[in-house]
């Protein structure tokens, strides 16, 4: 009779869902079949994602701005429509991300199980997650680059620097796909991300300085709004409209990156525990 031994050093544990995370290339062919599927309906996506930003921009740059007239920014008097049009990038950046990286992701990993059949390949779900998150940020950073080129073809501004505004808003993208990737890991259904929307983007919206500038806001207000994302953003990327360069551009994006850096590492961390249970 044989006694069957086990090594114990062949025994490999699970790792924890917050160990670091575990990415390869792997995740390109992820992103290439979003990619594949989402050509089909690209022109009607690129409508539905830029149509409500122009329409803020024209209700609001021209109606209100006829109104308002010239904003101050840091002792310059620029036109509302301009003020408004360097903060509704950023935001347009912020909902397209957020969009997509919740209704969308959601529909991939719980409704349609796309997820579950990408796992029965050699891809583990960091890269999936990585994928899902860069796929979302592309999907901003084309929609915003739209948007964009309508600003410029309206003469709102005629700036060389928004060149640089293209890395700045594929940053945002990163960022706020990263955030809403943790409310996708949490969400049971598409009601649940009404939440987010209602108690986390819209306040943000209007605390970051999008429609009005933040030193109206009370003090204390003011002193959390300043370290907002959005925030971050769109003191990154209204000093470009305006042809300046922004002040404070390394704290800033440094703010951008560790609200990436930790949201992703928490959303990994929470798809992961979906994953096991």
Request: hydrophobic share 55%; with cysteine.
């Amino acid at each position: 009779m044989q006694t069957v031994q086990t090594d114990s050093a062949n025994v490999h544990p699970q790792p924890s869902i917050w160990g670091v995370p575990r990415l390869s290339a792997r995740w390109w062919p992820v992103f290439l079949r979003n990619l594949l599927v989402w050509r089909k309906l690209a022109v009607p996506s690129l409508l539905a994602n830029i149509a409500e930003p122009l329409i803020w921009l024209v209700a609001f740059g021209y109606g209100l701005g006829a109104l308002v007239g010239q904003v101050n920014i840091q002792g310059q008097q620029v036109p509302y429509i301009l003020f408004l049009a360097s903060g509704s990038i950023c935001m347009s950046a912020m909902n397209a991300a957020s969009f997509e990286a919740l209704y969308s992701a959601f529909s991939r990993m719980h409704v349609q199980k796309t997820w579950d059949g990408i796992l029965n390949a050699p891809v583990r779900l960091d890269d999936v997650v990585l994928a899902e998150m860069l796929w979302a940020a592309f999907k901003a950073l084309f929609s915003v680059t739209a948007i964009l080129c309508v600003m410029l073809a309206l003469s709102i501004s005629h700036s060389p620097k928004l060149l640089v505004a293209w890395p700045v808003l594929l940053g945002v993208g990163i960022t706020f796909s990263c955030i809403a990737l943790i409310f996708n890991a949490l969400a049971k259904g598409y009601d649940f991300f009404t939440y987010y929307f209602t108690l986390g983007l819209s306040p943000m919206m209007f605390l970051s300085g999008v429609f009005f500038p933040r030193e109206q806001l009370p003090g204390f207000v003011r002193a959390i709004a300043d370290w907002l994302p959005l925030a971050a953003a769109i003191d990154l990327v209204r000093p470009l409209f305006l042809d300046q360069w922004p002040e404070h551009a390394w704290r800033n994006a440094a703010v951008l990156a560790v609200y990436a850096v930790g949201a992703f590492w928490i959303a990994l961390a929470l798809t992961r525990r979906r994953f096991r249970s």
